[in-house]
């Protein structure tokens, strides 16, 4: 059996406040690309996670889908295992949400394969549990995120689906909390409620400015980027992917054929809005 993980945008983000666990009050437009990693899974008396793809050599012991399936072997009583293989496509701590979407397909999957009828519920205290980013990958559909960006309210992004999107990423590693942390407090207002792309427009991310604090390179992929002919390009999360959306495929094709030309070392996946 396969899942997908989708790759995870944020369209807009904004940090109104630090609360006093450490943790932000965020709102964000959740957005999901048509790629991202995939999760491969196999009966088994033990639950084994072996990695593959390009990005396989960048990850630690603990991974998220391991935890993701442990937490629902344990809320199931399950006693089989399952020999899991994630093929990650998607590079490491880059603000589109890899570990979350990874643990999110887990959540749709090991259901499927153990056979037990999952209530949405459910998956969705395990999802919050992972990752204040996992319900929305556990959706993997537009979404808006309050709280942490776990408490979800439904948004029609039916208008957006198949946009042609372009994810470019410098190959430097950034932490979610370490860019949280350098955030200004700032609170510059709420996220606008109105139809995706005009929220998207006059939103921002308010994880930009800290983040190209932190690697000034991540200014030189928005100024690319900002060159182009996209409708919207922006920095996704807390970096460093940066992703531009584009009217036709042709057009972001020829922004990727320059970019690789002149930053060949740099990470992109040309895909589409789901
Ligand atoms: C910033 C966002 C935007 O979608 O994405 P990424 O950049 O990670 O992709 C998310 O809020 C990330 O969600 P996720 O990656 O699940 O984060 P978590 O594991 O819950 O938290 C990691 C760390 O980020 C910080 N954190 C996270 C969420 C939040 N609302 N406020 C925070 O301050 C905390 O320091 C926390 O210890
Ligand atoms: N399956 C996984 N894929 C990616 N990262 C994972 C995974 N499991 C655990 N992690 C850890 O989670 C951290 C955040 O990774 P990731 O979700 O890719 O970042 P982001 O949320 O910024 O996109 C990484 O430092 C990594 O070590």
Redesign the pocket.
């Known amino acids: 059996m396969e899942e997908p ?1 989708f790759a ?1 945008i944020n369209l807009a983000l904004h940090v109104r406040s630090r609360e006093d666990d450490g943790y932000h009050r965020i709102e964000t437009l959740f957005a999901f690309a048509e790629e991202g ?1 995939r999760l491969h899974a196999e009966p088994a008396d033990t639950l084994t996670l072996a990695l593959c793809g390009p ?1 396989a050599g ?3 012991e ?4 391991l ?1 993701a399936a442990h937490a629902v072997r344990r809320a199931y009583d399950i006693g089989s295992g399952a020999a899991l293989t ?1 093929e ?1 496509n ?14 999110a397909a887990a959540l749709r999957l090991l259901p499927r394969l153990w056979g037990v009828e999952a209530s949405q519920d459910d998956m969705t205290q395990i999802a919050r549990a992972l ?1 204040s ?1 996992v319900p929305a990958c556990l959706h993997s559909h537009m979404v808006r995120g309050e709280g942490r960006g776990d408490i979800l309210s439904s948004q029609d992004g039916s208008g957006l689906s198949g946009m042609p999107l372009l994810l470019v990423n410098p190959g430097v ?4 909390s370490d860019v949280f942390r350098a955030w200004d407090g700032l609170d510059r207002g709420p996220m606008p409620a109105a139809a995706p792309l005009v929220t998207a427009l006059d939103g921002r991310n308010d994880l930009e400015a800290p983040a190209v604090g932190l690697v000034p390179l991540i200014g030189r992929v928005l100024d690319m980027l900002h060159g182009t002919s996209a409708v919207l390009s922006r920095m ?4 460093a ?1 940066c992703f531009a959306l584009f009217e036709r495929e042709e057009e972001r094709d020829r922004a990727r054929d320059l970019i690789q030309v002149q930053s060949p070392g740099w990470w992109q996946l040309a895909t589409r809005l789901r």
């Not at 603990?62 to 889908?65: I, P, R, T, Y």
């Not at 996704?236 to 970096?239: A, I, M, P, T, Y």
Request: overall charge negative; proline content about 3%; charged content about 20%.
């Open positions: 993980a995870k990693d990005f960048q990850l630690g603990e991974n998220l889908v935890r994630l990650k998607l590079p490491v701590a880059s603000g589109i949400g890899g570990g979350s979407a990874d643990a990752g980013d590693a950034l932490a979610t996704s999360g807390s970096g992917t």
